[in-house]
């Protein structure tokens, strides 16, 4: 049976590859497994059919063989757990790959999804110009903290693997804001993803649905 993701039918970020389909699809691509997608509206997110899919009404879904998975987290995790490209041999390697996915996920990404709500949900608060910079703040020390891991490594841990597909998914998320600009190390660390050809493949597919 084939995999079928969903993505927005008309993606908030209109194809800049912020939407976290893209993260599957990249680790689909990276894995060599053909799949189809199925595009969602945003009041078909919040209807039934969806939800039983994914309880949250959000995207992207997962469904392969009577299963049926939601969170982009999770599912390059099976993913990755389930075909070769994305985790090491070494169960050492392999399990701070597993490592480095959640942390991108739990440590780094929160703060960078609080500065987009400051932005865009609570911009027109009378306390926002305060809270902006607290926020940004935040995504500093975590950035600061990254960057002096990273180093000048190519990657996370030895070589490429889910967790840096995870990581640079995250980053990608704070590249608009210009904070991403202060860490060369992690721009460039961010650029070696993206220059990836199933990135490339990746970006191309959400791009060629979102684009104006």
Same mark, same amino acid.
């Given at each position: #049976?084939?995999?079928?993701?969903?993505?927005?039918?008309?993606?908030?970020?209109?194809? #800049?590859? /912020?939407? !976290?389909?893209?993260?599957? !699809?990249? &680790?689909?691509?990276?894995?060599?497994?053909?799949?189809?997608?199925?595009?969602? %509206? *945003?009041?078909? #997110?919040?209807?039934? &059919?969806?939800?039983?899919?994914?309880? *949250?009404?959000?995207?992207?879904?997962?469904?392969?063989?009577?299963?049926?998975?939601?969170?982009?987290?999770?599912?390059?995790?099976?993913?990755?757990?389930?075909?070769?490209?994305?985790?090491?041999?070494?169960?050492?390697?392999?399990?701070?790959?597993?490592?480095? $996915?959640?942390?991108?996920?739990?440590?780094?990404? +929160?703060?960078?999804?609080?500065? %987009?709500?400051?932005?865009?949900?609570?911009?027109?608060?009378?306390? &926002?110009?305060? !809270?902006?910079?607290?926020?940004?703040?935040?995504?500093?020390?975590?950035?600061?903290?990254?960057?002096?891991?990273?180093?000048?490594?190519?990657?996370?841990?030895?070589?490429?693997? &889910?967790?840096?597909? $995870? $990581?640079? %998914?995250?980053?990608?998320?704070?590249?608009?804001?210009?904070? /991403?600009?202060? *860490?060369?190390?992690?721009?460039?660390?961010?650029?070696?993803?993206?220059?990836?050809?199933?990135?490339?493949?990746? *970006?191309?597919?959400?791009?060629?649905?979102?684009? +104006?």
């Amino acid at each position: #049976m084939s995999i079928v993701i969903t993505a927005f039918e008309k993606s908030p970020d209109g194809g #800049m590859g /912020l939407a !976290r389909d893209t993260r599957v !699809r990249w &680790a689909l691509e990276e894995a060599g497994r053909p799949y189809d997608v199925r595009l969602v %509206s *945003f009041q078909a #997110m919040k209807e039934p &059919a969806h939800l039983a899919a994914h309880p *949250f009404g959000q995207i992207p879904t997962y469904e392969e063989d009577g299963l049926c998975l939601f969170e982009s987290g999770a599912i390059v995790f099976h993913i990755a757990q389930r075909h070769g490209g994305l985790l090491p041999g070494d169960s050492h390697a392999r399990a701070r790959a597993v490592t480095w $996915m959640f942390a991108a996920l739990s440590t780094v990404e +929160p703060p960078i999804l609080d500065l %987009s709500i400051a932005r865009f949900q609570e911009g027109d608060k009378p306390w &926002a110009a305060e !809270r902006m910079p607290l926020v940004a703040g935040r995504i500093r020390q975590r950035l600061d903290m990254l960057s002096r891991h990273l180093g000048d490594a190519e990657w996370l841990d030895g070589a490429f693997s &889910a967790g840096d597909l $995870m $990581m640079v %998914s995250v980053l990608l998320r704070a590249r608009p804001s210009g904070i /991403l600009d202060g *860490f060369p190390n992690l721009a460039a660390y961010v650029a070696r993803g993206e220059a990836r050809p199933a990135y490339q493949r990746a *970006f191309a597919a959400q791009r060629a649905i979102n684009a +104006p």
